[in-house]
């Protein structure tokens, strides 16, 4: 059915990768795949513990660089905890962001971080997904879209506008830089024309 077993989904806040990443879970899983479902910070419970550190407070709560030690912490946790066991199990992983938001929030927002990110990623995790689809959105519509969620963890989307827009910015550079691995889809259509583009992409 799909020969990666290791996808991630990635994009500015609000752009609907978490509703895609659940769809394809669900299809994966009725399918017949063993299938987890997961996300980033989080999917551990030391994870989950670093997650509300995180995305809770002020703006300027923590530094780009003290933020990059405790998502790579974060992850370094998920990885020993979560991914690498289901990946060692047979099971497909489905990943609601991984390493490609650092590179791009902490390492390409506020200041240039990108070479810190890379010797990090590469002294204790050392792990892509095998497949990267990024959702890429208008950021007005994705920074309405997830305000609107209320959801307590808006640390990130509180930076604003034209921080997102840097963002997306950064994402698209990504997808050059890592052209086998990690797909472009226009996110702004429904969800059921996003997902037909999701299934081929992750399917092929
Ligand atoms: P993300 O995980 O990227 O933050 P979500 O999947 O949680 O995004 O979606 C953010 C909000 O936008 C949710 O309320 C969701 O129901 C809604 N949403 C998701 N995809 C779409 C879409 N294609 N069109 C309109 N609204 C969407
Ligand atoms: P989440 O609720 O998953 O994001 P979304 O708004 O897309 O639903 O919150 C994760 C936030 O943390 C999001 O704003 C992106 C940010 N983040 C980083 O800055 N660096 C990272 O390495 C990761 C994984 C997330």
């Keep these: 059915m799909t020969d990666a077993k290791f996808l991630s989904f990635e994009g500015i806040d609000g752009c609907g990768k978490s509703t895609q990443a659940k769809r394809l879970a669900a299809h994966l899983t009725t399918a017949g795949q063993e299938v987890i479902l997961t996300r980033e910070p989080g999917g551990s419970p030391g994870a989950e513990a670093i997650r509300s550190l995180l995305l809770t407070g002020a703006t300027d709560k923590w530094s780009a660089e003290t933020e990059?030690?405790?998502f790579t912490a974060a992850r370094r946790d998920h990885?020993?905890?979560t991914i690498t066991p289901a990946l060692s199990a047979g099971k497909i992983v489905v990943c609601d962001r991984f390493a490609d938001s650092t590179r791009v929030y902490q390492g390409a927002t506020r200041g240039d971080l990108r070479g810190k990110v890379d010797e990090l990623h590469r002294a204790v995790i050392g792990r892509e997904p095998d497949l990267t689809l990024i959702i890429d959105v208008d950021p007005e519509v994705?920074?309405?879209?997830?305000?609107?969620r209320n959801s307590g963890e808006?640390?990130?989307e509180d930076f604003g506008l034209p921080f997102q827009q840097k963002l997306r910015a950064g994402f698209l550079a990504l997808a050059a830089q890592y052209p086998q691995r990690c797909h472009i889809?226009?996110?702004n259509r429904t969800p059921e024309a996003i997902f037909t583009d999701v299934l081929s992409l992750a399917t092929s």
């Excluded at 994705?142 to 609107?148: H, K």
Aim: charged content about 30%.
């Design 185 to 187: 889809i226009d996110g």
């Design 68 to 70: 990059l030690l405790l």
């Design 79 to 81: 990885l020993e905890r």
């Design 154 to 156: 808006d640390r990130f």
């Design 142 to 148: 994705a920074l309405a879209r997830g305000l609107a």
